[in-house]
């Protein structure tokens, strides 16, 4: 998940961001669904690359000539793909970042897709919104100056803004067209745009930041896709310095972390930058995610050198919070319980990223620092 941490990442080091064809030429339609077309015109409004005979899969691996594997996209997870049916394609588009696809499923709703790659469903976003946003705001008092890097759909911001004690939420988006068609599909996240406190910065998030004033922010929130070509730079080291640099002391991070069924290795790439990075605490927590590849998501904790930060036991629990409801919508997922819990770790996590071995479980209030 990291681009030059160590040799952890020689799995995505091969693919190199060969992602989508490798040379930027439209995917033709596959012969399954020219077949159904032809006999069922009807059913023109379920064709796209990625799917096939009404249902979605996220690309898939093959081999070229020589045998060696090549990925028509993602290759964080070869030899597995998560299907849905799909209802109707309600758009695909490509921006100058990305292709678009949004459809209806029967099962979670309309679901988003970047590249080929679930990104949220209705159904279940409200697991990864709810937990990269609250993880980090209830573990420190009264937080007032959020910057959000991504999080083009704007769930995270209508999470943030259940916060009443913020007074700023900055938002670093590099493509306008993810933020355009989730007003449109998904107006339930995109709600969190609506509030006052919410600045638009349309651009890089990296150079966004070389520009942030320092110790501007209470907390930094990483809502990006999965690392692979231009979201890679958001996992290294250089971007994760400069992220502790716009931090207050005892300010928070919190980045999307993989999930650790597949990436150990890159979580522990992350871990071992993030505890050289930042001075404070270093933790790893997780949360279910259904339509995720593996069914879990991460999240990486970190805490600039200050006043000490006990990410185990929310300090601003969300219960207690004036503006909960203020987005109109009750929380589906997170709870004070579950922030505890998602830092409790399975035991073969605990052993195969080194840098977990000797810490104390959660119940001994674990701290990687």
Known sequence: MEGGAGKGL?????????ASNGKGLKKAIPSCCLK?????????????STVVSGWFSEPQSCSDKAGNLMYFNNPMWPGEAHSLKVENILFQGKSE??????????????????????????KDECAYQEMIAHLPLCSIESPKRV??????DGGVLREISRHSSVELIDICEID?????????????????????????HVGDAVEFLRHVPEGKYDAIIVDSSDP????????????????????????????MAESMWLHTHL?????????????GSVHYAWASVPTYPSGVIGFLLCST??????????????EKLEGNLKCGRELRFYNSEIHSAAFALPSFVRREVSILHNSPTPAQRICVS
Request: charged share 25%; proline share 7%; with cysteine.
């Open 10 to 18: 020689e799995c995505q080091k091969i693919m190199d961001g060969k």
């Open 36 to 48: 159904a077309k032809a006999s069922a015109p009807e059913n023109d409004a379920k064709c796209h």
């Open 97 to 122: 970042f990305q292709e678009i696809l949004v459809f209806e499923s029967s099962a979670y709703g309309k679901v988003l897709v970047l590249d080929g790659i679930v990104q949220l469903s209705e």
């Open 147 to 152: 910057l959000v890097v991504g999080g083009g």
């Open 176 to 200: 306008k067209m993810v933020i355009d068609v989730c007003k449109k599909f998904f107006p339930q996240l995109y709600v969190g745009f609506e509030d006052p406190r919410v600045q638009l």
């Open 228 to 255: 692979v070509g231009p979201a890679q730079e958001l996992v290294e080291r250089p971007f994760f310095e400069t992220t502790a640099r716009a931090l207050r002391p005892g300010g928070v991070l919190c980045n």
């Open 267 to 279: 979580i522990q790439d992350m871990l071992s930058i993030c505890r050289e990075t930042f001075k």
């Open 305 to 318: 050198e200050g006043p000490p930060v006990d990410f185990l036991h929310p300090v601003n629990p969300i």
